[in-house]
């Protein structure tokens, strides 16, 4: 008896080594391009629960094109950019659900720029990867299954990284063998990913763009999110950040968000009122930079404190002192 207990401890310890061993792993040849999005993940969780009145969702042109420290700066609006990388719909959708578990805003900021590109049934990628950051709950189970369907091996390449991966040893380097922690900066900027680069773009005429339909699939989790925000009592704004491009979904949202009865701002329409200067405002054909992110930070908090009951919290920093 002591023998077979022996074998079994000493077969269970090996297991545990070789899982250990391929964590370990999985660790090292992560695609590191994914750990400032992982940072920035960790970041919202450390939040105070129900301590933000505005958060914002969608791709990097959220998460370079709205700086939220400013909106509180200028109008005390609690605001928080939950923006990442890549971030297409059904990967919002899951941030928003992630961010309503902790927090009870009064308005979502969702930008559009990947409204019609949904993940489905697709292998393992950096953008899946990085929602590892979020913990397990039923909103995190559906989305999985939109990505990967019935794959096991997509399961298995995200729950075992190294599975994915494993071709990453060409890329190790010092970072590699670091640990993924939340940023200070993220605090200090409220989630907003702060580029002070500067290239100059020209924007084309916008009434000449392709105007796109929204596929079904990306309207059905566009119509999940309202029904969220409306049990909720959450109000939405839809808008969308320009760019150097030559498509556009803007209709498509302008129609969507008036039948939802929520405000949709296509800023390639409002150039001249939010003040976009082409030659100082973009870090790069896609993207705002801090110049152009403040701009759309105070068009979209002046609307705010206009038209919604968000608490100015410069009065209550200032009765704490």
């Known amino acids: 008896m002591k023998k077979i207990t022996k074998s079994l401890m000493g ?26 999005t992982v940072s920035a ?42 923006g990442c990388n890549w971030q297409n719909i059904n990967t919002t959708a899951l941030f928003i659900k992630d961010s309503l578990r902790t927090q009870t805003p009064k308005v979502l900021l969702i930008e559009t720029f990947n409204v019609d590109s949904v993940l489905l049934n697709t292998k393992m990628n950096g953008e899946i990867y990085y929602t590892r ?52 900066n993220f605090i200090n900027t409220r989630g907003y990913m702060s580029t002070d680069n500067v290239f100059p773009i020209t924007i084309g005429d916008y009434t000449t763009f392709e105007q796109k339909k929204i596929n ?20 939405i704004i839809f808008f969308t950040v320009p760019w150097q491009g030559e498509y556009s979904f803007g209709e498509a949202m302008k129609e969507y968000a008036e039948e939802k009865g929520y405000p949709y701002f296509n800023m390639f329409e409002l150039i001249e009122e939010v003040g976009f200067d082409q030659n100082a405002d ?9 110049n152009g992110a403040k701009k759309v930070a105070n068009y979209l908090g002046k609307y705010i404190v206009e038209n919604y009951d968000v608490i100015d919290m410069r009065t209550m920093d200032n009765s704490t002192n």
Not at 15 to 30: H, K, S, T
Not at 42 to 53: I, R
Not at 134 to 140: A, L, P, Q, R
Not at 156 to 169: I, K
């Open 216 to 235: 079904a699939y990306s309207i059905m989790i566009l119509d999940e999110i309202v029904e969220i925000c409306k049990e909720k009592g959450i109000e």
């Open 282 to 290: 973009f870090s790069d054909a896609g993207h705002l930079n801090n």
């Open 133 to 184: 950051a979020i913990s397990e709950f039923e909103g995190k189970r559906q989305y999985l299954q939109q990505c990967f369907g019935d794959d096991i091996e997509g399961y298995l390449s995200y729950y075992v990284p190294f599975a994915a991966f494993h071709e990453n040893w060409i890329n190790l380097d010092e970072r590699s063998f670091g640990k993924v922690s939340a940023s200070d």
């Open 11 to 36: 077969c269970l310890l090996t297991l545990f080594i070789v899982a250990l061993f391929v964590w370990y792993l999985g660790n090292i040849l992560r695609p590191k391009d994914t750990d400032i």
């Open 41 to 82: 993940i960790k970041t919202f969780h450390e939040l105070p629960e129900n301590s933000v009145d505005v958060i914002g969702y969608g791709s990097s042109h959220m998460w370079l094109g709205l700086d939220t420290a400013e909106m509180h700066k200028n109008y005390g609006i609690s605001a928080y950019n939950y």
